[in-house]
């Protein structure tokens, strides 16, 4: 059977550990521009932290649990409260993945939210999202 994580990936003239940092660094990607906030750390495995956005609408809570320097990171979602969702812990237990690939002078950024698949009631608002934040350049890659 096939993969059906939703996936979505990007090339962008960085190298590896540029783009590594800048993913790392979630609190410059993942909160302001939408009035999202974002509370904890993620620098290091264990660390972990919260993302807040759409008045309360969203809530999750990541550990790093996978950091592969200039390669790949792992995030396991421990908590989550989607209350525009029937099933508001939709995303308990999924995993938010980043790996890099060198491409000569770029960097290809293959994006994976391990469990989010089209069988989730979030899934048709939440793979347009996460493709906002990856293609549209909020990574800040560009």
């Known amino acids: 059977?096939?993969?059906?994580?939703?996936?979505?990936?990007?090339?962008?003239?960085k190298s590896p550990a540029e783009v590594f940092d800048a993913i790392l660094n979630v609190r410059g990607w993942w909160s302001g521009l939408y009035g999202e906030s974002f509370e904890g750390s993620s620098e290091k495995v264990g660390d972990e932290f919260s993302f807040l956005a759409g008045?309360?609408?969203?809530?999750?809570?990541?550990?790093?649990?996978?950091?592969?320097?200039?390669?790949?990171?792992?995030?396991?979602?421990?908590?989550?409260?989607?209350?525009f969702l029937e099933n508001t812990n939709e995303w308990q237990g999924t995993r938010i993945s980043f790996e890099l690939f060198p491409e000569g002078e770029k960097t290809k950024v293959v994006f994976t939210h391990v469990g989010l698949i089209p069988e989730f009631e979030c899934y048709n608002s939440c793979a347009p999202a996460w493709t906002g934040y990856v293609q549209d350049q909020r990574l800040n890659l560009g």
């Open 1 to 13: 059977m096939e993969n059906q994580d939703f996936t979505t990936s990007i090339t962008v003239d």
């Open 55 to 83: 008045g309360g609408m969203h809530y999750s809570k990541q550990k790093l649990v996978e950091l592969e320097q200039d390669k790949k990171l792992v995030w396991l979602v421990t908590e989550s409260n989607l209350t």
